[in-house]
């Protein structure tokens, strides 16, 4: 019988709720702080930004909360998405392992974005808004709420970090072909991009300071919300919907990982992948080694510290307790833009202090090549954050080479570098470096974290 | 019950053989004729370009070969590709009609062509051959026999038109992560390049220069050998594939078409989806009108002559009886570098004379609202190719909606645009023009077909 290469789903086989896993938890996550008071935020001080129906998600205690109907429509353009084996790459590398990657690049948006952007547009409109702000690092987040906000027929306003506005006009131009309205950040049209300006009028930008940029611009107004890529607890959890469908996939084919790879930034991604297989190893079904993989340019979970701090640069959000190399620090301007965040998810954080997840960082050189190797055997050319989950992944099979073993991994292609290919463009003439560890600079950065209790 | 959107076909559900209309054909298309005798051309003629499988292929009377299983494991990579059910569009434009596209951007290249340059890089290695030239337009066939040559270890040398070569660094750098070697063209490596160089320094290249450059570079060496991703029999056999997975999905929903249109460069994509349909309407089992649609600004089937010319701009090639606007004709710079091609696939020119297809030709600027009014709604922006398709899929439904008909229109997406997001910046931007149809260049061009029997 020939080798199965893609284990899909059916439209109705696609899960209807998405996984809270904040209940199952052995202890609560520590609360976000109102920056003035530092005393626990309600959500009152999240209404200026968000609609009372996430920010209800953002602190609920429910275990699955189910996907609207509208939205379940939305995603079916591309949800389930596939599951393939890796038969070429193992065979590559000529290793005993099973390799599967869940590909998020067959969204409209070319990434897992959408399966947040879609609900929170939804959510939004709903609540009256007809507006939405946002950042956009790499440019996936911010294509992502394009689409959304042009499903639902809402305006949107991007703030894109400037290294990444300059590198990749095109996606610019596909944020404006679903009809939404891009700035570079730091930008003359906020008091944080004016203030970023007047102290480095050169500056490369960073998801943190565009981030202060949508939210200056979205709180004021009533019908003006901002809407954030990653991070908060509801983002993570909309994402859910991406490993729900992997257990569904993996148990078609009657295999359980013994090892789970995914790329963190702002931690959207990997929890995404990685909860519902989390609550069935909490639950003691299964028990695979769980493993974060960040930049060496922005170590936050291996190398940051684990504090309240600020989510954007200005200091307008709440307090919140994370894995962070502070408020301020500027990552080098590696590749994979959408990981060069300063902090990381509350909720990883807290998850990683508990004990239930590994990480580890990779540079990018050694992420390019196994981009480079994945495309010329899988054929898809990964984004190039994606391309330190397949690092990891490569890693791990080599692994299972020198032991015989026939480890089963599992890992997340969250899109694909159809927009990022002057990088692979660089990669291949050589011109890309590594970037050491910025001791310096984020000590510097963590001088100012906030003095909290 | 929630609607369905996505129609899939698991692996197992897949075709296993192409579907060669010839043998259905009421006459047999006119032969391919020595460029110097003007002889019926014999497999001999094409052998030092092509392997002899494809050649037995190329004028083969069977009306099905099979799928070989090594071409069949790397489809599996993307294919069956997905059908789905243009819900959103259908309600925007407020219409009674069923639209269903047939959507290829699935595959690694982002587009048809690896169909074909699967196959054709298989035949090639089976038969010797180390190494395959070839030329690029849109830069979608380039990329698809990157992805094939680099799948059977084989090396490729690529010619890509010089205006998409400046318009399309991405497309190189795609080109080049598969492994690729890229030239522009005209380059100064070839006899045809230098000649057209020393005529005009800054010539934009056209799919025919290009062509006489990879034939040039091939047809000497025996083990390398030259690949075509379109015109020619076999190459459009390939993509039969399309329409057949699409046959067995539309029954799935008990759909028949009433209209089925694809864009026409070479033709391949158009004959890839319709040819199956033509068996089913030459069988009486349903009768769906099937129209080709063309640019504007190279309207071959519209406004060509049906004569003998030649398929490269140096005259390197067998003559072959097909509608042409002469082979030294070189197309305006319009965005659907696919479609520059000066004549059509002899067996589709042929089916046209009989009567069996029809034709329309349609203005980019048109093609390209379309492409934003379908991103905005059903979240694809498609390539600058299809958008062809889709601007006639509009007008279809735009009739159903003034005589209330259910009309169930079928067409090809026959691939994603994001390498092409530098024109929809431009048409965003109001910066793209309509092309008039060049009837003294044409003329001109005409005046020097080869004079045939």
């Given amino acids: 019988m020939a080798k199965q290469t893609k284990i899909l789903l059916d439209e109705s086989e696609m899960p209807t709720s998405w996984y809270n896993i904040v209940p199952d938890l052995p202890e609560p996550p520590p609360p976000a702080l109102h920056p003035g008071t530092h005393e626990p935020a309600g959500p009152e001080d999240f209404a200026p930004l968000f609609p009372m129906d996430l920010i209800l998600q953002e602190v609920s205690m429910d275990q699955y909360i189910e996907i609207p109907e509208e939205v379940q429509d939305v995603y079916k353009l591309w949800r389930p998405s596939p599951l393939f084996r890796a038969h070429r790459l193992e065979k590559m590398l000529d290793t005993p392992a099973h ?52 499903l639902f027929d809402m305006e949107c306003e991007v703030w894109q970090v400037r290294a990444s506005y300059d590198q990749k006009p095109y996606r610019k131009a596909m944020i404006e072909t679903f009809g939404a309205t891009v700035h570079p950040s730091p930008s003359d049209l906020t008091e944080s991009g004016r203030a970023v300006l007047a102290a480095n009028p050169d500056s490369p930008g960073s998801l943190g300071i565009a981030i202060s940029e949508a939210v200056e611009m979205a709180a004021p107004h009533e019908d003006v919300r901002y809407a954030l890529g990653s991070v908060l607890n509801h983002v993570l959890m909309h994402q859910t919907i991406i490993g729900e469908e992997a257990l569904l996939q993996l148990a078609k084919v009657g295999e359980t990982p013994d090892v789970i790879v995914g790329c963190t930034g702002g931690g959207s991604n990997f929890a995404g992948l990685s909860f519902p297989f989390l609550r069935e190893k909490m639950a003691g079904r299964m028990n695979p080694t769980i493993r974060a993989v960040e930049p060496a340019a922005c170590p936050t979970l291996t190398r940051g510290t684990y504090a309240y701090d600020f989510g954007d640069t200005a200091g307008l959000t709440p307090l919140m307790k994370m894995h962070t190399l502070g408020h301020d620090f500027v990552p080098d301007p590696i590749h994979a833009g959408g990981l060069r965040y300063h902090g990381m998810s509350p909720l990883i954080s807290h998850i990683y202090e508990l004990g239930l997840i590994e990480a580890i960082s990779i540079p990018q050189t050694e992420c390019f090549a196994a981009g480079v190797t994945f495309a010329r055997n899988e054929g898809i050319v990964p984004a190039p954050e994606p391309t330190h989950a397949l690092a990891a992944a490569v890693r791990e099979a080599n692994k299972a080479k020198e032991t015989g073993e026939e480890t089963v991994i599992l890992t997340a292609l969250c899109g694909h570098g159809h927009l990022d290919m002057a990088a692979y463009a660089q990669y291949l003439t050589g011109d890309i470096v590594d970037h050491d560890y910025p001791e310096e600079k984020v000590q510097d950065a963590l001088s100012r974290l906030p003095q909290v209790g």
């Fill in 99 to 150: 390799i599967y990657y869940k590909y998020e690049g067959v969204s409209p948006a070319g990434s897992h974005k959408p399966n947040t952007s879609v609900p929170q547009a939804f959510y939004n409109k709903k609540a009256g808004v007809n507006r939405l702000t946002t950042e956009t690092g790499a440019g996936q987040w911010g294509t992502a709420l394009a689409f959304a906000c042009s």
